[in-house]
């Protein structure tokens, strides 16, 4: 700064204690060297660097999960070509099961913890905590936090937190995308970054809340030039304001209004009303942002990189994932799909994609039916293995049906329906696929545990196929000797969502194979802990009832069928049970000593709870010696 001058020595000599001097900035030289060692002590143009630091933060985050990535994908190459498995854990694997009975434990769902959409595990909740940590050392650590006078600059607290705000953006962008670069380097899911994504943005309001609440207060402190007219000043940006500065009230509402609207009881409640809502806010966000920082040093540099980041996600999602408009793919072009009704409240859907279509167990896909709902599109399952589709293969979604578009298809198809297989033909668009595991398990376990609620049965079912399948080739590439599936539904006329697919798995015979039904609206009825409870079958079974008879006291008993619908799963070993599967037991029974076993689980949050912190709780026999190892993977329900 250059030396000021004046042509009154009177004003240019007075000591920095006269009014007259503050109102005179730099026109006083008293001033003038206060404002200038104010800079000195905490330089604005060094504020900008925060930015910088809170980008390293999540690169350095990334780029760790990145080598875990890597690292995991070479040893599992490793493990595939080994004849040996150590049969007892050591050091790294008790140790590992000292991380996962942490991590892997969930809290159960409330009002409050849905309210303010607090993550179901504990690892997010720790990682959330020490995100939230870092950020607040960022901002509180230094001071002053404010200037002894509004022109010797603005506030420190206010620069770095703002420039920490800009920085939150491009993270935010690449969370949000479901083709993103997060997931292309860690392998992780864009639906478990989606809780990150919201989080991210929370954290981002809080920091642009201390971006702009230091202006204000700053100016109402003042003694000689702040007060009720300079706050005004400071929050409208009027005239008096530097014509490089606007104001960032509007982006700073519209921020908030984003965080609002997408709490989980407004979103899961009016959810295609959000999304039209947020993709509109999140653009008008973005452009004043622009209009904010006026290109300010390096402001612009996040806003630009957030910009490629969300082109690079669109055009993949656009022209390699959403099949009518692949690359590969004659374009506009949708699939053929039927949709049938197969229970009271579930729709099956059969599409046949194009070739060169490809996807792995659990993944997911958006379907879109023009011609039901073309602005509608909704994230489902895969409810078979690709290598049980057949030829041509086909996938199979379920769809319960909810508010929304899951009943506005129900609704069509029983306006539509031919009288003889309540079904119909119409062709849908598909997006994806999405999701999944990032490490197969078939070349990493002994046994596979498989454990859905409900419809979580989409997930879950193709692991099953697919171990079956490849036990069956003459050269298998798996380990896995013995697959339990645990499959808890309200009614026994559930089997009909997968009849067919059912009847094919009676051929297994090359892998021991436990199937356990729990049918929870089952009630006893005599005094004798046998119970008999009649259903209504529907579809194919709309004219039988389905009687079973299950002995409580001895659950491991398989009953006689009475009916066609029954004997499809008992015919190969399966049992059928009374009531909600009692995880601690289902693992209790079902992981052997010396073995190393996988979990994979899908279904309500409060079944993903219970069974997440019965595996947690099962690390203990990995301490002791009892197993090698106890993984778990948990498929999102909805999100």
């Known amino acids: 700064m250059d030396m000021p001058m004046s042509s009154d020595p009177a004003v240019s000599n007075l000591p920095l204690s006269d009014p007259n001097c503050i109102k005179a900035e730099d026109v006083c030289i008293a001033y003038y060297a206060a404002a200038n060692a104010s800079q000195e002590a905490v330089s604005w143009s060094y504020q900008f660097k925060y930015g910088h630091w809170a980008t390293y933060y999540y690169v350095i985050i990334i780029g760790l999960l990145f080598l875990g990535y890597a690292f995991t994908t070479l040893t599992d190459n490793l493990i595939k070509n080994s004849s040996t498995a150590p049969r007892r854990p050591s050091i790294l694997r008790k140790l590992q099961a000292l991380g996962r009975s942490v991590f892997y434990r969930r809290i159960r769902v409330s009002w409050p913890t849905k309210l303010f959409d607090v993550p179901a595990d504990v690892g997010t909740i720790l990682f959330l905590l020490a995100t939230i940590v870092f950020f607040t050392a960022l901002v509180f650590a230094v001071k002053p936090y404010y200037r002894e006078q509004i022109g010797y600059g603005s506030p420190p607290i206010a620069i770095r937190s703002g420039l920490m705000a800009f920085a939150c953006v491009p993270i935010l962008v690449a969370l949000a995308g479901k083709a993103n670069i997060v997931t292309f380097f860690t392998g992780i899911s864009h639906e478990r970054l989606s809780v990150l994504h919201r989080w991210v943005s929370w ?3 809080a920091l642009s809340l201390f971006h702009a609440l230091p202006f204000l207060v700053g100016s109402a402190r003042n003694p000689i030039v702040g007060g009720e007219a300079m706050v005004e000043a400071e929050f409208y940006m009027d005239k008096s304001s ?8 509007p982006p700073l509402a519209i921020l908030f209004g984003i965080c609002v609207l997408s709490l989980p009881y407004i979103r899961d409640r ?9 993709i509109l806010l999140v653009i008008t966000y973005f452009g004043l942002l622009f209009w904010h920082s006026a290109n300010t040093m390096d402001s612009w540099s996040y806003l630009w990189a957030a910009l490629a980041i969300w082109v690079a996600s669109w055009l993949t999602r656009v022209f390699w994932k959403t099949q009518p408009l692949n690359i590969r793919n004659s374009w506009f072009d949708g699939n053929a799909a039927t949709v049938s009704i197969v229970s009271a409240d579930v729709t099956r859907i059969d599409v046949w994609p194009s070739d060169g279509f490809h996807w792995k167990p659990s993944q997911h896909v958006f379907l879109r039916f023009p011609d039901i709902a073309p602005l509608d599109n909704h994230p489902f399952t895969i409810a078979i293995a690709e290598s049980a589709s057949g030829s041509p293969c086909h996938l199979v979604f379920l769809a319960r049906a909810h508010a929304g578009f899951t009943r506005k298809l129900r609704s069509y198809v029983q306006a539509h329906y031919s009288t003889d297989d309540k079904k119909i033909i119409t062709s849908v668009w598909l997006d994806g696929p999405y999701g999944g595991m990032r490490r197969p398990p078939h070349n990493r376990y002994d046994t596979l545990i498989l454990v859905a609620g409900g419809t979580g049965i989409t997930a879950c079912f193709p692991w099953l196929q697919d171990t079956v399948a490849r036990a069956g080739k003459r050269e298998s590439d798996s380990r896995i000797k013995r697959v339990v599936l645990v499959w808890s539904m309200k009614r026994p006329d559930a089997i009909q969502w997968l009849a067919d697919e059912f009847d094919s798995l009676a051929a297994a015979n090359k892998i021991a194979l436990e199937i356990r039904l729990h049918i929870t609206e089952a009630e006893p009825l005599t005094d ?6 009649h259903y209504q079958a529907s579809s194919a079974e709309a004219t039988k009832v389905c009687e079973l008879n299950v002995d409580v006291a001895s659950p491991e008993k398989t009953p006689a069928p009475s009916s066609p619908l029954m004997h499809r799963v008992t015919t190969f070993g399966a049992t059928i049970h009374s009531g909600r599967p009692i995880m601690p037991t289902v693992l209790r029974d079902s992981v052997r000593q010396g073995e190393r076993t996988m979990v994979i689980g899908c ?4 079944f993903r709870a219970d069974l997440g912190n019965a595996v947690a709780a099962a690390q203990s026999r990995v301490f002791r010696g009892e197993i090698v190892e106890l993984a778990m993977h948990l498929e999102t329900f909805g999100w």
């Open 528 to 533: 004798d802990g046998r119970f008999t409870q």
């Open 603 to 606: 279904g309500p949050a409060t």
């Open 270 to 278: 009016f959810y295609e009303s959000f999304y039209a809502a947020h």
């Open 242 to 249: 530097p014509p490089n500065e606007y104001s960032g009230v």
């Open 203 to 205: 954290i981002s309001f």
